[in-house]
């Protein structure tokens, strides 16, 4: 039954062929990756090679690679003339384009989606949640949008000064948090004063404000002034954490669900 399932998942987007070859005691794992209809009755007749990976334990240890590697999302396995194929699907996108048109209107990354040269540069559960990860992706790309997702609801905010790693606070006037409403209707707030819209620390995740979304803050604490103390000396923070007490810097109210110290993060995007 279990075998019958996985024959008729079938992927749209990404397929990737897994051939096991030995070479001195070590079994290499070469993928392959075509971007048309596939299923594992009816295989692709030609891929791209795009690497092979090393190992030395069983095969389904060997596998674990498939599943442990975040850029590839295995719907299933199965068995065919000696050739193991995996049919996968890429992850989903916390908005769809309608969303994220909304989110950029009035600005001028809006352009960017236009000409289709915007990009998820960064995701979580594919780059890792580690702040490094963070800024290996985004440190300067330009602006970008943050999106995220908690306790159900998804939310984040615009950065119109992009990110460089520089251990400081840049004032904006045209910065702004939103929350999706539905797919294509947003709610955005603004800036409410000409003070630390934005925090750039590189042991830290996007911060907007000085405390209305600071995700993968370091330990040390932003402060109701501009920032704590030694806060370029302190470990990297994890995106999975996130203090959210809107309010403070951004002209949110009631309808910003999300509130709190510590909220886990399921998800956070950035496009650039």
Same mark, same amino acid.
């Given at each position: 039954?279990?075998?019958?399932?996985?024959?008729?998942?079938?992927?749209?987007?990404?397929?990737?062929?897994?051939?096991?070859?030995?070479?001195?005691?070590?079994?290499?794992?070469?993928?392959?990756?075509?971007?048309?209809?596939?299923?594992?009755?009816?295989?692709?007749?030609?891929?791209? !090679?795009?690497?092979?990976?090393?190992?030395?334990?069983?095969?389904?240890?060997?596998? !674990?690679?498939?599943?442990?590697?975040?850029?590839?999302?295995? !719907?299933?396995?199965?068995?065919?003339?000696?050739?193991?194929?995996?049919?996968?699907?890429?992850?989903?996108?916390?908005?769809?384009?309608?969303?994220?048109?909304?989110?950029?209107?009035?600005?001028?990354?809006?352009?960017?989606?236009?000409?289709?040269?915007?990009?998820?540069?960064?995701?979580?559960?594919?780059?890792?949640?580690?702040?490094?990860?963070?800024?290996?992706?985004?440190?300067?790309?330009? !602006?970008?949008?943050?999106?995220?997702?908690?306790?159900?609801?998804?939310?984040?905010?615009?950065?119109?000064?992009?990110?460089?790693?520089?251990?400081?606070?840049?004032?904006?006037?045209?910065?702004?948090?939103?929350?999706?409403?539905?797919?294509?209707?947003?709610?955005?707030?603004?800036?409410?004063?000409?003070?630390?819209?934005?925090?750039?620390?590189?042991?830290?995740?996007?911060?907007?404000?000085?405390?209305?979304?600071?995700?993968?803050?370091?330990?040390?604490?932003?402060?109701?002034?501009?920032?704590?103390?030694?806060?370029?000396?302190?470990?990297?923070?994890?995106?999975?954490?996130?203090?959210?007490?809107?309010?403070?810097?951004?002209?949110?109210?009631?309808?910003?669900?999300?509130?709190?110290?510590?909220?886990?993060?399921?998800?956070?995007?950035?496009?650039?």
């Amino acid at each position: 039954m279990r075998a019958d399932r996985m024959r008729k998942n079938v992927c749209f987007a990404v397929v990737l062929l897994v051939q096991l070859l030995h070479i001195d005691g070590f079994a290499s794992i070469r993928l392959f990756r075509h971007n048309k209809l596939c299923s594992i009755r009816s295989p692709c007749p030609q891929f791209l !090679s795009i690497g092979d990976l090393a190992i030395t334990e069983s095969l389904s240890d060997s596998l !674990s690679f498939l599943t442990a590697n975040p850029s590839i999302v295995v !719907s299933g396995l199965g068995l065919t003339g000696g050739l193991l194929y995996a049919t996968t699907r890429p992850p989903q996108r916390l908005i769809d384009d309608n969303t994220l048109q909304a989110i950029l209107e009035t600005t001028y990354m809006a352009k960017q989606q236009q000409k289709g040269t915007l990009q998820c540069v960064y995701k979580a559960t594919r780059d890792g949640w580690k702040a490094n990860a963070f800024h290996d992706k985004v440190d300067f790309a330009g !602006s970008g949008v943050v999106v995220v997702q908690a306790q159900g609801k998804v939310f984040g905010g615009y950065n119109p000064n992009g990110w460089r790693s520089t251990d400081d606070y840049t004032t904006s006037t045209t910065a702004f948090l939103f929350r999706v409403v539905s797919s294509g209707r947003v709610e955005k707030y603004k800036v409410q004063a000409n003070g630390p819209a934005l925090f750039d620390y590189a042991s830290a995740g996007p911060c907007f404000g000085t405390t209305d979304l600071l995700i993968g803050p370091p330990q040390a604490a932003v402060l109701g002034g501009f920032a704590g103390p030694n806060m370029e000396n302190e470990p990297p923070g994890s995106l999975q954490v996130a203090t959210i007490l809107p309010g403070q810097t951004y002209d949110t109210d009631a309808r910003w669900k999300v509130r709190g110290y510590k909220i886990r993060l399921q998800e956070v995007e950035v496009y650039c």
